[in-house]
Nanobody
Framework: QLQLVESGGGLVQFGGSLNLSCAVS????????VAWFRQVPGSGREGISC????????WYATSVKDRFTIGRDDRRSTISLQMTNLKPEDTGVYYC?????????????????????WGQGTQVTVSS
């Protein structure tokens, strides 16, 4: 059974770091699109980072660029998000997501509807 399980969230102080992990089970990750989204109360899910279908660098939302790093290990079926220099505005529930085909452009990285499989989310809280 296909399942995505995030871990690594928690409470961290301003300027701190967290490493999120998403364990994928039930299928191999090769050739699938992967992404991280964030959601805060009262808002929809916001794309944070994703891998595109080309060999270009991953896409990052402007708010996290140069602070977050997305990773994937297809052999181990894991997706990661390294977060550094965290700010209070990074607070939210973080979700990993998978699509049957990788996004072909950066706009699609911010389209929750493109991704058909989601984890349960992990809470990240950054205190000021």
């Amino acid at each position: 059974q296909l399942q995505l399980v995030e871990s690594g969230g928690g409470l961290v102080q301003f300027g701190g770091s967290l490493n999120l992990s998403c364990a994928v089970s039930g299928f191999t990750l090769d050739y699938y699109g992967v992404a991280w989204f964030r959601q805060v109360p009262g808002s929809g899910r916001e794309g944070i980072s994703c891998f595109l279908d080309s060999d270009t660098d991953p896409w990052y939302a402007t708010s996290v660029k140069d602070r977050f790093t997305i990773g994937r290990d297809d052999r181990r079926s894991t997706i990661s998000l390294q977060m550094t220099n965290l700010k209070p505005e990074d607070t939210g529930v973080y979700y990993c997501a998978i699509s049957s085909r990788p996004p072909t452009n950066s706009d699609m990285c911010n389209m929750p509807g493109w991704f058909g499989r989601w984890g349960q989310g992990t809470q990240v809280t950054v205190s000021s």
